[in-house]
């Protein structure tokens, strides 16, 4: 195979910032998910909030891209998107899916297995309401996923979008909305030195516990 670019064969890193023992664990994965992602929060990590949604087609194709986590609970975890974008397309037809918090800085990344449902319409209305202005109108104009001729016609139909709702409110588009994740699987992994990694496991069980098993890296 021929050369490209720099040699990326001999980037190497010694993960050596802490460990993750089985005592050092939550109840379950969301108290400690909360946990970890109060450090990357207070560690000033860019976007911490980062993951990569990971979603499958009839074929059993994968497609992933990275959004932003906009609320987790007990329940599960949030993201908005057009509905009728890829994932969305995708997620109508396969709702499970995998999401990845990659946490590099810290040495950490989160994995979380899940069937997504979509939220409800009051749901998705309060929180396109937070949004700032332009990202409401930005809604109205991108038919996401869908190809476009030029970024002209982005930038047309934003003003398009920004003419019909002049001095006015910016309400959700029919096609937008949002989903939440619910966890079945759930891995913390830590780096750790000599590729020796720290990988637990929470999986739930039917009577709502969770049982955990570390996996070798």
């Not at 194709?61 to 994932?87: C, H, I, M, Q, W």
């Not at 037809?93 to 899940?114: A, I, K, M, N, Y």
């Not at 588009?173 to 759930?186: L, M």
């Amino acid at each position: 195979m021929a050369a490209h670019g720099s040699d990326v064969s001999s980037l190497r890193h010694e993960y050596a910032a802490g460990g993750l023992a089985e005592d050092e664990l939550a109840p379950d994965p969301v108290t400690m998910f909360d946990r970890w992602f109060t450090q990357a929060r207070d560690a000033g990590l860019g976007e911490p909030n980062a993951m990569v949604v990971a979603t499958a087609d009839e074929q059993g194709r994968p497609s992933a891209r990275t959004v932003l986590l906009k609320g987790y609970d007990e329940r599960g975890f949030v993201f908005f998107t057009n509905l009728a974008s890829r994932k969305g397309r995708e997620l109508a037809t396969r709702p499970w899916c995998s999401l990845l918090f990659p946490w590099h800085d810290l040495e950490r990344q989160v994995r979380v297995e899940g069937e997504a449902t979509e939220l409800d319409r009051d749901e998705v209305a309060t929180y396109f309401a937070s949004r700032p202005r332009g990202s409401r109108l930005g809604a109205w104009a991108s038919p996401q996923s869908e190809p476009v001729a030029d970024r002209d016609e982005l930038e047309t139909a934003y003003a398009a979008a920004e003419q019909r709702f002049e001095g006015g409110d910016v309400p959700v588009p029919d096609g937008w909305g949002g989903y939440r994740v619910r966890p079945e699987v759930v891995e913390f992994w830590q780096g750790r030195p000599s590729r020796l990694h720290d990988r637990l496991v929470y999986r739930a069980r039917t009577d709502d516990g969770w049982d955990v098993t570390r996996l070798a890296p």
